[in-house]
């Protein structure tokens, strides 16, 4: 196409733009997609978020209490012979885990990172040697085995992306059937926080050769603890 097809086309396309009309048109509200009669049970719930996680190559246990949870987080952590960990602040769960690990002298790192030079550098390497990341959850999602996380103050992205091994912390009561009954659950899920991340199984890709490979983008283990 020479420069006078180009100008003759974008002559043509200035005149539609100009003379363009859209017809008014009705905008109904889409309705509920969660209604009354889609409540299931939790063990139905619960079954269901272990079989689609599973099939992904997460790790799903079962606490019956607090005191059990910790536990299982401290044998993760004493599996892969982690030191130090990242972790939210701002739940109760992760926090009772947090200062158990904490007594027996695992160290928490700050999730404060500069923003540029040579500060950021030395935070980010100051961070990057943990194993361990623990968050909690809003939602655990039945029908794709997924956690859906919002993050915030207290609520450190990093704890759920940088370390190699990721512990999500969730009651029982927070699996749910799908992302719709979440949001009906929680309206303001999608816009009070900083950031909100849907993590179905470890990280994986296969842009390399097409060969499958975990842990490139993110962790490359996920562990999700129910407490309940």
Do not use: Y
Request: glycine share 8%.
């Amino acid at each position: 196409m020479n420069t006078t097809e180009r100008e003759r086309m974008r002559a043509a396309l200035d005149r539609a733009s100009a003379a363009g009309f859209l017809p008014e048109a009705a905008a109904p509200h889409p309705g509920r997609f969660v209604q009354a009669a889609d409540t299931v049970a939790p063990a139905v719930l619960i079954e269901r978020f272990a079989h689609e996680l599973e099939s992904l190559a997460g790790h799903v246990h079962r606490a019956p209490d607090v005191e059990a949870a910790v536990a299982i987080v401290k044998r993760i952590a004493d599996d892969h012979g982690t030191r130090s960990f990242l972790a939210w602040r701002d739940d109760d769960l992760v926090r009772e885990a947090s200062s158990s690990l904490e007594r027996d002298g695992l160290v928490q790192k700050p999730q404060n990172v500069a923003l540029a030079g040579p500060e950021r550098v030395s935070s980010l390497a100051e961070i990057g040697t943990c194993a361990l990341g623990i968050t909690g959850a809003d939602f655990g999602l039945a029908d794709t085995g997924s956690v859906v996380l919002g993050c915030g103050p207290g609520r450190g992205r990093l704890a759920s992306l940088l370390p190699p091994v990721h512990v999500v912390m969730i009651r029982l009561e927070r699996i749910v059937a799908s992302l719709a009954h979440a949001l009906a659950a929680d309206p303001t899920l999608a816009s009070r926080g900083s950031n909100l991340v849907v993590i179905t199984g470890p990280s994986r890709t296969a842009d390399i050769e097409f060969t499958l490979s975990r842990g490139v983008h993110g962790p490359r283990e996920i562990h999700v603890v129910v407490v309940g």
